[in-house]
C-alpha cells in the first residue's frame, strides 16, 4: 500500500513523515521518529506502556495508526523533560521511587500528566482510576501513588508561584 | 539437631564489615542513580537496541500442543517482497546444536521444532525480513502440514500416558522426568511417634511473572572472525556465554554478550537461552543482524518462564500438645515439555521447607511431569513461594484438627530468637532471626486483637469476614546446589558450586570511582546499591560515583539479580574492593603526606592523618599524582601506577551436600523473615473478595535503601495477591492455552491492591555478609498468598469452604461456596 | 502482532464516508480503534479498506431532542461519561461507564463503535436496551433505525448491513420517577463483565410498573431479561420477589461456559446481581 505523507508536531517541533496507513503509532515513533521512550508491551490496548499525548489527551499509541496523526500535537516521555530539565511528575517519580524497572514509566506519566492536567489536587481514588489502564508488575503502585500525589502538590505549588504578585 | 546433620558443619563467618549504628549511606532512601534517564525515555532496554543493516524476525508457531510435522512449505513466504530469508528448525540445526540443560539426563530441546511440537507456541519455522510487518505476513504463508498426537494437559494422567502420548519417546518410556525420594533425618520414626497426622491435598496452579517487557534478542554474525556479539535482555549475560557458546558452536571468546536495561524480569528472564540461539542462528543463516521480539502471545505461550504447577499430598506430624513433628509430602510438577532448569525449584524449596517452625525430619518424594505447555523457568519464589504456602496452609488444618488458634500455634512452633544459626532437617541453616519480633510488629500494627473484633461482629451480621496470618521465610543468596541437589546421584549432571559476583573499581585522576558491574539492571537498584555500599565504605560522596556494565568479554562471571542474593553478594564485591583501594590509596596518600600507612585514614574521600585536621590529599590529589607522577613515588611494584582493583565475592557459606543425600548442605543460608496480617470480605454470592486491610513486616537484615527495599516489597505482593486472586494460565483439554493475553490473564492494576496497605520491617542483621544484609527481592510473593487463602478460609469458616488450590478467583471460590452450601444441605 | 496491509480513507464528511463505504464491501468503519486495531494487531480482522471517520466533526456530538438524547458516531466514551447532559438524564450510562475499560482507552472508544463492535461480555449493548435505544443506520442511499433490543444479533454481530454506518444512537430520556441500577462483576474493575445487570422501572401506587432489564455477559449477545419483567410487572417490589424472579431468570439462561468462567457461575452472578440492581432501581425511583 502506497505511504501517505504527514505533518505532525512531536515534542514541540514540526515534522513530516512518509507512512504505510498500517504503521502503529508506536511503531512510528520508536522507529522512524527515534524516540525509544514510548514502550511497546502488550500490542493489545491493555497495559498502557504505550501511552502518550495525542493533542493533550492521553491514547493508546498501538491502537493508533500514524497517519491518523496528520495535523496533531504529539507528546512523548522525551517531551516532558531531560536529565537536567527533569519535568516536575518525573521529579516526583525519582523522589518517591515511583519506577523499578522503569518499562511501565513512560505510560504512567502520560497517564499521570493527563490526570493532574484536569485535576490538581486529585484523591487518591481519583490517583487509582487515572492509572488502572496502566500495567505495572514491579512495584505495586503505591509509590507511583505516592509520587503523583507529591506532582499535584508540586505543581500547585509552581502554579502558585507563577499567579502570585511580585 | 538430629545425627543426620553431623556431618554438615557450619563454616566459619567471613563477614569483615560488622553490623552498626550510625552509617552515612548505607540505611538512607537516597534517590536512584539509575532513575534519570530510564525517566526522560533513554533506558536503553532491549527493543532501543539498533545496529546497521538490521533486520526483524518473526515466528510462526505451532497452533496444535502436540504433534508431528509431517511438512512444512516455505515458498510463499519467501516470495514476499522484503523477505531475506525463512527458515525452519531443519535449517536451524544447521548452525546451532541442541539447547543446554540443567536437568541431568537431560530433556533435548531445540531452538526451533524439529520433527514435532509439544506445546501451543513452540516455533516451526521463522521469516527474517526487513520489518516485523512483513515478517509476519510472510510468516502467515508459511504453510505447516501437521498429523495431532494426543494432548497431555492433566498432571496425573500424563504421567499414565503411553505411545503417541509421550512427549520424548527417544529418551524416555513415559512423561516422567524424575521421581526422588528423600529422607531428612527420622521421619518414619517421627511419624511413628506422632499423635495425629493432619493430612492435606493441595494444589498451586501455573501462571507466570509476566513482566511488562518481554524477552528479545538483537545477533550479529560476524563471518570474518566467526563469531557473534549479542545483546539480550538475559539476566545472566556474563554467564551465559560458557552455557550456551556450546550451542552455538563457538567458545565463549567469540561470543560477546551485551547487557541491556531489562524491563522486568522475576526472574522470568534469568537464562532466556532459547531465543538466544534461535535469534544468533537466524543472524548466521540470513547473513545480516537480526532483532527478535517476542510480542505478547508469544511470551506467554513460548517464553520458557511459566511458574510452578505442583500437586501436594502433604502430611504434617503433631503431638496432642500442638508441637510440629515431622513433615512429608509426595509432590508432583507440571513441567511442561522441557526440563531447563531439572527440578531446581524443589531444590530452592528445600532451603526453608519447615517453615520458620521446629521440625525435626522432613521426607519428599518429588516426581517431575512432562505435559503438552511451554516449560517451566523461575518466577519470583522459584519454588519456594509454593512450599511456604503449602507449610502455611497444613498449619493453619492443624490448628483446625487440634482446636487452636492459628497464631498460637505458629508461636509455640517457631524457632527461638537464640536458637540461630539454625539447622533445619535439609540441612540449609537460617542464619539469624527474630520471628518474634517481627509478629508481634505486625500484630500491632494490623491491630489484630480489635480485626479480631471487627470480624466477630461482622459475622454476626451475616457478613464474610476473616482475618489470615502468615509467617514465612525468605530465604535469599543461593549456593548453586539447590540445580542439582536433588538429581540421581548417579548422574547428578554439572555440579556447580560457585556463584561469585564481581566488580572493578577505579579511581581516575579526576577522582571519580568508576566501578563496572557484571550484572545487568532488571528493575533492582544495582547501580544505586553499589553507590551507596561503596561510599560508605570508602567515604566518598555518592555523585562521584559513576556505573558501568562489563559486557561478557570484559567482566567476570556475575550471576545478577536473582534468588534475592545480588545486593548481599555484590555488597560482598564491593567491601573487597574497597579494603585494597583503601589499601592503595593509604599507600600513595601516606607517601605524599609523609607518614606511614598505619597513621591515616580515610575521611569525607581524603586520606587524612589520624587525629589531626588539615593533615590530608583528596582521592583525587592521590589519584592524579598515581597516575600521572610515577616519578614522585618509590621505585618498587607496590607503587605503581593506577588505582584499580577488580574484585570477585564468592558465596559467603555453604558446603556440599551430603553424598547420599542425607542432607543437602548449606546452600541458602542468609535468611529473611516476614510476617503478612490480611482482612478480607468475601462476598459469597459473586466470589468477589475484597481486601480491608493489609499489613507486612519483613526482616531483611540490614537495609541499605528503604525506599527500594518497600518497592521490592509492594511488588512482591502484588504479584502474590496476583497469584491468590486471579492470575492462572487456562488450558482446555486439547492443551490450548485459553487466555494467553492481557485482557484476561489478569493481574492486578492499581484498583485491586490494598489502599490501606502499612509496612513494616525489623533488622536482624546477618553475622555472614557484609554489614548484616540480606536479600529481600521475593519476599511478598512469599506471604502474600498465604496470608490471604488464611483470610478468605476464615471469611468462609461458617459455610465450611475450604482452601486447597490457588487460584481463587471469584469464579473457583464462587464454585467451592456452592459445594460447600450444598454439602450442608444435604447433611440436614 | 502488526496488522495486515489495507487501504486508508479519511473522508471529511458523512456523504464522502459512506461513498466509501458503497464503493468497498469489506470496509471496516474506523471509530475509537480500540476494540478494532486488537483484532487488527492479532490479525484476526484483516479489512482491506479502512474508512477513518474521526476527521467527520458532524458525527461528533450529544444532543437534546426533546425527551431523546442522541449521540453521533464519534462522541467518544470520555465525553459521554464527563457530559453533564447525560449526567442529568442517562445518570445510568454515565455511572456503568466506571465500570468500561480505562482512561485512556474511553478517551478514544466511542459509543457508536462500542455498540458496533457488539461484544457479548460489553455493558452498553445491555444498556441500550434498557433505555430502549434506536440505532440510526445510514448508507449512501438512506437511513433506517433499529431498535436496540433487533440492533444485536449474536457475538460480534448486529443487524448492522454492509455499506451501512452506525451514525447515531436515540436514547429515551426516562420517564419522570424512574429508577435505575447496575451492577456488574468482572475479574478486574474495566474489565470486560462476566455479568452485567441493568434495569430502569417506576413505582406507581406501590407496584413496579415498566421494568425494564438487561444483562451482558450471559448469552452470545446483550439480552432483555423478559422474565424478570413480566414477574415484576405489576407487583410490590420485594427481596423474595427479586429473588424468585432472578433465580428464575438465571435457570433459563444459555450462558458462555469456558474453562474460566463456568455457565454455572454465570447464572448465579445473574441471580446474586439482578436482586442488588433491582433494589437500587427502587431506592432511586420516586
Ligand atoms: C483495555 C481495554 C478494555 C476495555 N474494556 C471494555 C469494557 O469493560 N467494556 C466494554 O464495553 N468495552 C471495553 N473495551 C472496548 C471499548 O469500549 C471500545 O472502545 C469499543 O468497544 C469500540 O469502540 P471504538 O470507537 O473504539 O470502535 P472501533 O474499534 O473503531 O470499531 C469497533 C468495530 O465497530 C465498527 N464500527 C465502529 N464505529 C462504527 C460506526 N459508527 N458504524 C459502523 N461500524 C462501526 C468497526 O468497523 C469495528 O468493527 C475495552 C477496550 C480495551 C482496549
Ligand atoms: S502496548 Fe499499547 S497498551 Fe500495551
Ligand atoms: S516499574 Fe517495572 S513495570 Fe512498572
Same mark, same amino acid.
Given at each position: 500500500?502506497?505511504?501517505?505523507?504527514?505533518?505532525?508536531?512531536?515534542?514541540?517541533?514540526?515534522?513530516?513523515?512518509?507512512?504505510?496507513?498500517?504503521?502503529?503509532?508506536?511503531?512510528?515513533?520508536?522507529?522512524?521518529?527515534?524516540?525509544?521512550?514510548?514502550?511497546?508491551?502488550?500490542?493489545?490496548?491493555?497495559?498502557?506502556?504505550?501511552?502518550?499525548?495525542?493533542?493533550?489527551?492521553?491514547?493508546?499509541?498501538?491502537?493508533?495508526?500514524?497517519?491518523?496523526?496528520?495535523?496533531?500535537?504529539?507528546?512523548?516521555?522525551?517531551?516532558?523533560?531531560?536529565?537536567?530539565?527533569?519535568?516536575?511528575?518525573?521529579?516526583?517519580?525519582?523522589?518517591?521511587?515511583?519506577?523499578?524497572?522503569?518499562?511501565?514509566?513512560?505510560?504512567?506519566?502520560?497517564?499521570?500528566?493527563?490526570?493532574?492536567?484536569?485535576?490538581?489536587?486529585?484523591?487518591?481514588?481519583?490517583?487509582?482510576?487515572?492509572?488502572?489502564?496502566?500495567?505495572?508488575?514491579?512495584?505495586?503502585?503505591?509509590?507511583?501513588?505516592?509520587?503523583?500525589?507529591?506532582?499535584?502538590?508540586?505543581?500547585?505549588?509552581?502554579?502558585?508561584?507563577?499567579?502570585?504578585?511580585? | 539437631?538430629?545425627?543426620?546433620?553431623?556431618?554438615?558443619?557450619?563454616?566459619?563467618?567471613?563477614?569483615?564489615?560488622?553490623?552498626?549504628?550510625?552509617?552515612?549511606?548505607?540505611?538512607?532512601?537516597?534517590?536512584?542513580?539509575?532513575?534519570?534517564?530510564?525517566?526522560?525515555?533513554?533506558?536503553?532496554?532491549?527493543?532501543?537496541?539498533?545496529?546497521?543493516?538490521?533486520?526483524?524476525?518473526?515466528?510462526?508457531?505451532?497452533?496444535?500442543?502436540?504433534?508431528?510435522?509431517?511438512?512444512?512449505?516455505?515458498?510463499?513466504?519467501?516470495?514476499?517482497?522484503?523477505?531475506?530469508?525463512?527458515?525452519?528448525?531443519?535449517?536451524?540445526?544447521?548452525?546451532?546444536?541442541?539447547?543446554?540443560?540443567?536437568?541431568?539426563?537431560?530433556?533435548?530441546?531445540?531452538?526451533?521444532?524439529?520433527?514435532?511440537?509439544?506445546?501451543?507456541?513452540?516455533?516451526?519455522?521463522?521469516?527474517?525480513?526487513?520489518?516485523?510487518?512483513?515478517?509476519?505476513?510472510?510468516?502467515?504463508?508459511?504453510?505447516?502440514?501437521?498429523?495431532?498426537?494426543?494432548?497431555?494437559?492433566?498432571?496425573?494422567?500424563?504421567?499414565?500416558?503411553?505411545?503417541?502420548?509421550?512427549?520424548?519417546?527417544?529418551?524416555?518410556?513415559?512423561?516422567?522426568?524424575?521421581?526422588?525420594?528423600?529422607?531428612?533425618?527420622?521421619?518414619?520414626?517421627?511419624?511413628?511417634?506422632?499423635?495425629?497426622?493432619?493430612?492435606?491435598?493441595?494444589?498451586?496452579?501455573?501462571? $507466570?511473572?509476566?513482566?511488562?517487557?518481554?524477552?528479545?534478542?538483537?545477533?550479529?554474525?560476524?563471518?570474518?572472525?566467526?563469531?557473534?556479539?549479542?545483546?539480550?535482555?538475559?539476566?545472566?549475560?556474563?554467564?551465559?556465554?560458557?552455557?550456551?557458546?556450546? $550451542?552455538?558452536?563457538?567458545?565463549?571468546?567469540?561470543?560477546?554478550?551485551?547487557?541491556?536495561?531489562?524491563?522486568?524480569?522475576?526472574?522470568?528472564?534469568?537464562?532466556?537461552?532459547?531465543?538466544?540461539?534461535?535469534?544468533?542462528?537466524?543472524?548466521?543463516?540470513?547473513?545480516?543482524?537480526?532483532?527478535?521480539?517476542?510480542?505478547?502471545?508469544?511470551?506467554?505461550?513460548?517464553?520458557?518462564?511459566?511458574?510452578?504447577?505442583?500437586?501436594?499430598?502433604?502430611?504434617?506430624?503433631?503431638?496432642?500438645?500442638?508441637?510440629?513433628?515431622?513433615?512429608?509430602?509426595?509432590?508432583?510438577?507440571?513441567?511442561?515439555?522441557?526440563?531447563?532448569?531439572?527440578?531446581?525449584?524443589?531444590?530452592?524449596?528445600?532451603?526453608?521447607?519447615?517453615?520458620?517452625?521446629?521440625?525435626?525430619?522432613?521426607?519428599?518424594?518429588?516426581?517431575?511431569?512432562?505435559?503438552?505447555?511451554?516449560?517451566?523457568?523461575?518466577?519470583?519464589?522459584?519454588?519456594?513461594?509454593?512450599?511456604?504456602?503449602?507449610?502455611?496452609?497444613?498449619?493453619?488444618?492443624?490448628?483446625?484438627?487440634?482446636?487452636?488458634?492459628?497464631?498460637?500455634?505458629?508461636?509455640?512452633?517457631?524457632?527461638?530468637?537464640?536458637?540461630?544459626?539454625?539447622?533445619?532437617?535439609?540441612?540449609?541453616?537460617?542464619?539469624?532471626?527474630?520471628?518474634?519480633?517481627?509478629?508481634?510488629?505486625?500484630?500491632?500494627?494490623?491491630?489484630?486483637?480489635?480485626?479480631?473484633?471487627?470480624?466477630?461482629?461482622?459475622?454476626?451480621?451475616?457478613?464474610?469476614?476473616?482475618?489470615?496470618?502468615?509467617?514465612?521465610?525468605?530465604?535469599?543468596?543461593?549456593?548453586?546446589?539447590?540445580?542439582?541437589?536433588?538429581?540421581?546421584?548417579?548422574?547428578?549432571?554439572?555440579?556447580?558450586?560457585?556463584?561469585?559476583?564481581?566488580?572493578?573499581?577505579?579511581?581516575?585522576?579526576?577522582?571519580?570511582?568508576?566501578?563496572?558491574?557484571?550484572?545487568?539492571?532488571?528493575?533492582?537498584?544495582?547501580?544505586?546499591?553499589?553507590?551507596?555500599?561503596?561510599?560508605?565504605?570508602?567515604?566518598?560522596?555518592?555523585?562521584?560515583?559513576?556505573?558501568?556494565?562489563?559486557?561478557?568479554?570484559?567482566?567476570?562471571?556475575?550471576?545478577?539479580?536473582?534468588?534475592?542474593?545480588?545486593?548481599?553478594?555484590?555488597?560482598?564485591?564491593?567491601?573487597?574492593?574497597?579494603?585494597?583501594?583503601?589499601?592503595?590509596?593509604?599507600?600513595?596518600?601516606?607517601?605524599?603526606?609523609?607518614?606511614?600507612?598505619?597513621?591515616?585514614?580515610?575521611?569525607?574521600?581524603?586520606?587524612?592523618?589520624?587525629?589531626?585536621?588539615?593533615?590530608?590529599?583528596?582521592?583525587?590529589?592521590?589519584?592524579?599524582?598515581?597516575?600521572?607522577?610515577?616519578?614522585?613515588?618509590?621505585?618498587?611494584?607496590?607503587?605503581?601506577?593506577?588505582?584499580?582493583?577488580?574484585?570477585?565475592?564468592?558465596?559467603?557459606?555453604?558446603?556440599?551436600?551430603?553424598?547420599?543425600?542425607?542432607?543437602?548442605?548449606?546452600?541458602?543460608?542468609?535468611?529473611?523473615?516476614?510476617?503478612?496480617?490480611?482482612?478480607?470480605?468475601?462476598?459469597?454470592?459473586?466470589?468477589?473478595?475484597?481486601?480491608?486491610?493489609?499489613?507486612?513486616?519483613?526482616?531483611?537484615?540490614?537495609?541499605?535503601?528503604?525506599?527500594?527495599?518497600?518497592?521490592?516489597?509492594?511488588?512482591?505482593?502484588?504479584?502474590?495477591?496476583?497469584?491468590?486472586?486471579?492470575?492462572?494460565?487456562?488450558?482446555?483439554?486439547?492443551?490450548?492455552?485459553?487466555?494467553?493475553?492481557?485482557?484476561?490473564?489478569?493481574?492486578?492494576?492499581?484498583?485491586?491492591?490494598?489502599?490501606?496497605?502499612?509496612?513494616?520491617?525489623?533488622?536482624?542483621?546477618?553475622?555472614?555478609?557484609?554489614?548484616?544484609?540480606?536479600?529481600?527481592?521475593?519476599?511478598?510473593?512469599?506471604?502474600?498468598?498465604?496470608?490471604?487463602?488464611?483470610?478468605?478460609?476464615?471469611?468462609?469458616?461458617?459455610?465450611?469452604?475450604?482452601?486447597?488450590?490457588?487460584?481463587?478467583?471469584?469464579?473457583?471460590?464462587?464454585?467451592?461456596?456452592?459445594?460447600?452450601?450444598?454439602?450442608?444441605?444435604?447433611?440436614? | 502482532?502488526?496488522?495486515? !496491509?489495507?487501504?486508508?480513507?479519511?473522508?471529511?464528511?458523512?456523504?464522502?464516508?459512506?461513498?466509501?463505504?458503497?464503493?468497498?464491501?469489506?470496509?471496516?468503519?474506523?471509530?475509537?480503534?480500540?476494540?478494532?486495531?486488537?483484532?487488527?494487531?492479532?490479525?484476526?480482522?484483516?479489512?482491506?479498506?479502512?474508512?477513518?471517520?474521526?476527521?467527520?466533526?458532524?458525527?461528533?456530538?450529544?444532543?437534546?431532542?426533546?425527551?431523546?438524547?442522541?449521540?453521533?458516531?464519534?462522541?467518544?466514551?470520555?465525553?459521554?461519561?464527563?457530559?453533564?447532559?447525560?449526567?442529568?438524564?442517562?445518570?445510568?450510562?454515565?455511572?456503568?461507564?466506571?465500570?468500561?475499560?480505562?482512561?485512556?482507552?474511553?478517551?478514544?472508544?466511542?459509543?457508536?463503535?462500542?455498540?458496533?463492535?457488539?461484544?457479548?461480555?460489553?455493558?452498553?449493548?445491555?444498556?441500550?436496551?434498557?433505555?430502549?435505544?434506536?440505532?440510526?443506520?445510514?448508507?449512501?442511499?438512506?437511513?433506517?433505525?433499529?431498535?436496540?433490543?433487533?440492533?444485536?444479533?449474536?457475538?460480534?454481530?448486529?443487524?448492522?448491513?454492509?455499506?451501512?454506518?452506525?451514525?447515531?444512537?436515540?436514547?429515551?430520556?426516562?420517564?419522570?420517577?424512574?429508577?435505575?441500577?447496575?451492577?456488574?462483576?468482572?475479574?478486574?474493575?474495566?474489565?470486560?463483565?462476566?455479568?452485567?445487570?441493568?434495569?430502569?422501572?417506576?413505582?406507581?401506587?406501590?407496584?413496579?410498573?415498566?421494568?425494564?432489564?438487561?444483562?451482558?455477559?450471559?448469552?452470545?449477545?446483550?439480552?432483555?431479561?423478559?422474565?424478570?419483567?413480566?414477574?415484576?410487572?405489576?407487583?410490590?417490589?420485594?427481596?423474595?420477589?427479586?429473588?424468585?424472579? !432472578?433465580?428464575?431468570?438465571?435457570?433459563?439462561?444459555?450462558?458462555?461456559?469456558?474453562?474460566?468462567?463456568?455457565?454455572?457461575?454465570?447464572?448465579?452472578?445473574?441471580?446474586?446481581?439482578?436482586?442488588?440492581?433491582?433494589?437500587?432501581?427502587?431506592?432511586?425511583?420516586?
Amino acid at each position: 500500500m502506497d505511504k501517505v505523507a504527514i505533518e505532525l508536531t512531536v515534542n514541540g517541533r514540526a515534522r513530516q513523515a512518509l507512512v504505510a496507513p498500517r504503521v502503529l503509532l508506536s511503531d512510528f515513533i520508536r522507529q522512524q521518529l527515534a524516540l525509544p521512550g514510548t514502550h511497546v508491551g502488550c500490542e493489545h490496548g491493555v497495559c498502557g506502556s504505550c501511552n502518550v499525548l495525542v493533542n493533550g489527551v492521553a491514547v493508546r499509541s498501538c491502537l493508533m495508526f500514524a497517519v491518523q496523526l496528520d495535523g496533531a500535537e504529539l507528546t512523548t516521555v522525551e517531551g516532558f523533560g531531560g536529565a537536567d530539565t527533569l519535568h516536575p511528575i518525573q521529579e516526583a517519580f525519582w523522589e518517591e521511587h515511583g519506577l523499578q524497572c522503569g518499562f511501565c514509566t513512560p505510560g504512567m506519566l502520560a497517564a499521570a500528566s493527563e490526570l493532574l492536567a484536569q485535576t490538581p489536587d486529585p484523591t487518591e481514588a481519583e490517583i487509582r482510576e487515572a492509572i488502572a489502564g496502566n500495567l505495572c508488575r514491579c512495584t505495586g503502585y503505591q509509590y507511583i501513588i505516592e509520587a503523583i500525589r507529591s506532582a499535584a502538590r508540586k505543581l500547585r505549588e509552581a502554579r502558585v508561584e507563577t499567579t502570585e504578585p511580585v | 539437631m538430629s545425627s543426620h546433620l553431623k556431618s554438615n558443619v557450619i563454616p566459619p563467618s567471613r563477614q569483615r564489615e560488622k553490623p552498626r549504628a550510625g552509617l552515612t549511606w548505607i540505611g538512607q532512601s537516597i534517590k536512584r542513580v539509575e532513575d534519570p534517564r530510564i525517566l526522560t525515555g533513554k533506558g536503553g532496554y532491549i527493543d532501543d537496541v539498533v545496529v546497521a543493516g538490521m533486520a526483524q524476525a518473526a515466528m510462526v508457531s505451532s497452533p496444535h500442543a502436540h504433534a508431528r510435522i509431517v511438512s512444512i512449505d516455505t515458498s510463499k513466504a519467501k516470495e514476499v517482497p522484503g523477505v531475506i530469508g525463512v527458515y525452519t528448525g531443519a535449517d536451524l540445526a544447521t548452525v546451532v546444536d541442541p539447547c543446554p540443560s540443567f536437568a541431568s539426563p537431560p530433556v533435548p530441546q531445540h531452538a526451533m521444532a524439529i520433527d514435532k511440537v509439544r506445546h501451543v507456541g513452540e516455533v516451526v519455522a521463522a521469516v527474517v525480513a526487513e520489518d516485523r510487518y512483513i515478517a509476519e505476513d510472510a510468516a502467515a504463508l508459511v504453510e505447516v502440514e501437521w498429523e495431532v498426537l494426543p494432548a497431555n494437559v492433566d498432571i496425573e494422567a500424563s504421567l499414565e500416558a503411553t505411545g503417541d502420548a509421550v512427549l520424548h519417546p527417544d529418551d524416555r518410556k513415559s512423561n516422567c522426568a524424575l521421581d526422588e525420594s528423600f529422607a531428612f533425618g527420622p521421619v518414619e520414626a517421627d511419624f511413628a511417634a506422632a499423635d495425629r497426622v493432619i493430612t492435606r491435598r493441595l494444589r498451586w496452579n501455573r501462571s $507466570s511473572a509476566q513482566a511488562i517487557e518481554t524477552c528479545g534478542v538483537v545477533a550479529q554474525w560476524d563471518a570474518f572472525k566467526g563469531g557473534y556479539t549479542i545483546h539480550a535482555n538475559t539476566n545472566f549475560y556474563s554467564f551465559i556465554p560458557f552455557v550456551i557458546g556450546g $550451542s552455538l558452536r563457538v567458545s565463549p571468546g567469540e561470543l560477546k554478550m551485551i547487557p541491556v536495561l531489562t524491563g522486568g524480569s522475576f526472574g522470568s528472564k534469568v537464562f532466556i537461552h532459547k531465543i538466544i540461539i534461535l535469534t544468533a542462528g537466524l543472524a548466521r543463516l540470513a547473513g545480516v543482524p537480526v532483532k527478535y521480539i517476542e510480542d505478547r502471545l508469544e511470551h506467554f505461550t513460548n517464553s520458557d518462564s511459566h511458574g510452578s504447577d505442583r500437586l501436594y499430598d502433604c502430611e504434617l506430624a503433631v503431638m496432642e500438645d500442638g508441637s510440629f513433628k515431622s513433615m512429608r509430602f509426595t509432590v508432583l510438577d507440571d513441567y511442561g515439555a522441557y526440563l531447563q532448569f531439572g527440578v531446581g525449584t524443589h531444590g530452592n524449596a528445600m532451603a526453608q521447607v519447615t517453615g520458620p517452625y521446629r521440625i525435626g525430619s522432613f521426607g519428599m518424594r518429588v516426581i517431575a511431569v512432562l505435559t503438552n505447555k511451554c516449560q517451566q523457568g523461575p518466577y519470583r519464589g522459584f519454588g519456594s513461594e509454593v512450599t511456604n504456602w503449602v507449610m502455611e496452609r497444613m498449619v493453619d488444618a492443624a490448628a483446625e484438627e487440634l482446636g487452636r488458634d492459628p497464631l498460637e500455634l505458629r508461636e509455640q512452633n517457631m524457632i527461638q530468637p537464640d536458637e540461630f544459626p539454625y539447622m533445619i532437617p535439609t540441612g540449609n541453616i537460617y542464619d539469624s532471626g527474630n520471628f518474634q519480633e517481627v509478629l508481634g510488629q505486625a500484630r500491632e500494627m494490623f491491630d489484630l486483637d480489635t480485626w479480631r473484633a471487627k470480624v466477630r461482629a461482622a459475622r454476626a451480621e451475616g457478613r464474610c469476614v476473616g482475618v489470615g496470618v502468615a509467617t514465612c521465610m525468605e530465604r535469599s543468596v543461593y549456593g548453586p546446589t539447590e540445580w542439582w541437589s536433588l538429581n540421581n546421584r548417579e548422574t547428578p549432571g554439572f555440579t556447580l558450586t560457585s556463584t561469585p559476583e564481581g566488580i572493578s573499581a577505579r579511581i581516575d585522576p579526576s577522582g571519580k570511582l568508576f566501578v563496572t558491574l557484571n550484572s545487568c539492571m532488571v528493575g533492582n537498584s544495582p547501580e544505586t546499591v553499589v553507590t551507596q555500599i561503596l561510599a560508605e565504605r570508602l567515604t566518598v560522596d555518592p555523585a562521584d560515583v559513576v556505573i558501568n556494565y562489563a559486557d561478557s568479554q570484559t567482566g567476570f562471571n556475575g550471576v545478577g539479580p536473582q534468588g534475592s542474593r545480588f545486593t548481599a553478594m555484590v555488597a560482598g564485591a564491593c567491601v573487597t574492593a574497597s579494603i585494597r583501594l583503601e589499601e592503595k590509596l593509604k599507600r600513595f596518600g601516606a607517601h605524599m603526606l609523609q607518614r606511614r600507612p598505619e597513621d591515616v585514614e580515610l575521611r569525607g574521600g581524603m586520606v587524612a592523618v589520624k587525629g589531626l585536621k588539615d593533615q590530608e590529599k583528596s582521592f583525587a590529589e592521590i589519584a592524579l599524582t598515581s597516575s600521572f607522577f610515577r616519578l614522585s613515588f618509590p621505585d618498587g611494584e607496590e607503587f605503581d601506577s593506577g588505582m584499580e582493583t577488580t574484585a570477585v565475592y564468592d558465596h559467603p557459606l555453604s558446603t556440599d551436600p551430603h553424598p547420599e543425600r542425607e542432607h543437602l548442605g548449606i546452600f541458602y543460608p542468609i535468611v529473611g523473615h516476614i510476617c503478612h496480617m490480611v482482612a478480607v470480605e468475601v462476598d459469597p454470592e459473586t466470589g468477589k473478595v475484597e481486601i480491608l486491610d493489609y499489613a507486612a513486616v519483613h526482616d531483611n537484615g540490614t537495609i541499605v535503601n528503604p525506599r527500594t527495599l518497600g518497592g521490592q516489597v509492594w511488588g512482591g505482593t502484588a504479584n502474590g495477591i496476583g497469584t491468590t486472586l486471579s492470575e492462572q494460565f487456562v488450558y482446555d483439554a486439547d492443551g490450548q492455552f485459553t487466555n494467553p493475553n492481557f485482557a484476561e490473564f489478569a493481574m492486578p492494576t492499581a484498583h485491586e491492591m490494598p489502599t490501606n496497605f502499612k509496612l513494616g520491617h525489623v533488622e536482624t542483621p546477618s553475622p555472614y555478609t557484609e554489614y548484616g544484609i540480606k536479600g529481600g527481592g521475593e519476599g511478598g510473593r512469599l506471604g502474600a498468598p498465604s496470608a490471604l487463602t488464611s483470610a478468605i478460609e476464615d471469611a468462609l469458616r461458617d459455610r465450611g469452604v475450604k482452601i486447597a488450590a490457588l487460584p481463587v478467583t471469584p469464579p473457583i471460590l464462587r464454585g467451592l461456596i456452592r459445594d460447600a452450601d450444598a454439602a450442608a444441605v444435604a447433611a440436614e | 502482532m502488526k496488522p495486515a !496491509a489495507f487501504e486508508y480513507h479519511r473522508p471529511d464528511d458523512l456523504p464522502s464516508a459512506l461513498a466509501l463505504l458503497r464503493a468497498h464491501e469489506d470496509a471496516s468503519v474506523l471509530a475509537g480503534g480500540q476494540s478494532l486495531v486488537p483484532m487488527m494487531n492479532y490479525r484476526l480482522a484483516q479489512p482491506d479498506h479502512l474508512v477513518d471517520i474521526n476527521r467527520i466533526d458532524e458525527l461528533d456530538f450529544i444532543r437534546a431532542e426533546s425527551a431523546v438524547i442522541v449521540i453521533g458516531a464519534l462522541a467518544r466514551h470520555r465525553t459521554i461519561q464527563s457530559s453533564p447532559l447525560i449526567a442529568e438524564r442517562l445518570p445510568m450510562v454515565a455511572h456503568a461507564y466506571e465500570w468500561i475499560a480505562h482512561a485512556a482507552v474511553r478517551n478514544r472508544g466511542t459509543l457508536c463503535g462500542n455498540l458496533c463492535h457488539a461484544d457479548p461480555a460489553s455493558e452498553m449493548p445491555a444498556l441500550m436496551q434498557v433505555l430502549e435505544a434506536e440505532m440510526v443506520l445510514a448508507r449512501a442511499d438512506g437511513t433506517r433505525r433499529v431498535p436496540a433490543v433487533e440492533f444485536f444479533t449474536g457475538t460480534y454481530e448486529t443487524a448492522r448491513a454492509a455499506g451501512e454506518m452506525l451514525t447515531e444512537v436515540r436514547i429515551p430520556t426516562p420517564p419522570a420517577g424512574s429508577g435505575w441500577g447496575f451492577e456488574e462483576v468482572s475479574m478486574r474493575k474495566g474489565d470486560f463483565a462476566w455479568a452485567a445487570v441493568g434495569c430502569q422501572l417506576r413505582i406507581d401506587n406501590g407496584a413496579l410498573v415498566d421494568v425494564r432489564m438487561a444483562a451482558a455477559g450471559v448469552g452470545d449477545c446483550a439480552l432483555r431479561l423478559r422474565g424478570i419483567e413480566a414477574a415484576l410487572e405489576g407487583e410490590p417490589p420485594s427481596a423474595d420477589l427479586f429473588a424468585q424472579a !432472578a433465580h428464575d431468570a438465571a435457570e433459563a439462561l444459555d450462558p458462555p461456559d469456558t474453562a474460566a468462567v463456568s455457565a454455572d457461575y454465570r447464572r448465579d452472578l445473574v441471580r446474586a446481581l439482578a436482586p442488588r440492581a433491582l433494589t437500587a432501581a427502587v431506592a432511586r425511583a420516586e
